[in-house]
T-cell receptor
Framework: GEDVEQSLFLSVREGDSSVINCTYT??????LYWYKQEPGAGLQLLTY?????DMKQDQRLTVLLNKKDKHLSLRIADTQTGDSAIYFC?????????????FGKGTKLSVIP | EPEVTQTPSHQVTQMGQEVILRCVPI?????FYWYRQILGQKVEFLVS????????KSEIFDDQFSVERPDGSNFTLKIRSTKLEDSAMYFC???????????FGDGTRLSIL
């Protein structure tokens, strides 16, 4: 089965880069996602990467995937106070007849002005 | 940009009562999902639905739960006889294909008294 692990808290200063890390255990072909959840709100899809890619960049967001170590990271450049939220890593197996996302517990990012 | 909408945003129900949570998925999406998030815990998969039938369900999705797509736009989750432990945020998601990113609604907060 699959399991997704994240550190629970991260605190950074406004303007610095944030790096949120995630590890997953399943080695099958998979998509890996980052979702953002602001207080009282839903899950906003930020970005995703397929397991045959190493990196994906989208404006201030950079996703790095280390397949050997099953390690995924989300880097937010020039972190703003509006980036304060919980960030969830999620994994979706493909080709195994399963459509569900498996989520980590989420990393709470606090941005200090 | 099209989005998944959920109603109500907050539902308060007496234990033992039936509750129906409603979702309108993105219009050209074919796969529909329900997840729940107990306060402070992981987002957990409940059920996936495709072609008018359940394609996958988790252990949480017992006989007290059911899903329905009563018309071309709504997707509902019914809990037959609610328990205190059903209190959670319930998220609906939809996707165009089984390996496409899932787009989430803002959730319904269900409080069982």
């Amino acid at each position: 089965g699959e399991d997704v692990e994240q550190s629970l808290f991260l605190s950074v200063r406004e303007g610095d880069s944030s790096v949120i890390n995630c590890t997953y255990t399943d080695s099958s072909s998979t998509y890996l996602y980052w979702y953002k959840q602001e207080p009282g709100a839903g899950l906003q899809l930020l970005t995703y990467i397929f397991s045959n890619m190493d990196m994906k960049q989208d404006q201030r967001l950079t996703v790095l995937l280390n397949k050997k170590d099953k390690h995924l990271s989300l880097r937010i450049a020039d972190t703003q106070t509006g980036d304060s939220a919980i960030y969830f890593c999620a994994e979706n197996l493909i080709g195994a007849g399963s459509y569900q996302l498996t989520f980590g517990k989420g990393t709470k990012l606090s941005v200090i002005p | 940009e099209p989005e998944v909408t959920q109603t109500p945003s907050h539902q308060v129900t007496q234990m033992g009562q039936e509750v129906i949570l409603r979702c309108v998925p993105i219009s050209n999406h074919l796969y529909f999902y329900w997840y729940r998030q107990i306060l402070g815990q992981k987002v957990e998969f409940l059920v996936s639905f495709y072609n008018n039938e359940i394609s996958e369900k988790s252990e949480i999705f017992d006989d007290q739960f059911s899903v329905e797509r009563p018309d071309g736009s709504n997707f509902t989750l019914k809990i037959r006889s609610t328990k205190l432990e059903d209190s959670a945020m319930y998220f609906c998601a939809s996707t165009q294909g089984s390996n496409q990113p899932q787009h989430f609604g803002d959730g319904t907060r269900l409080s069982i008294l």
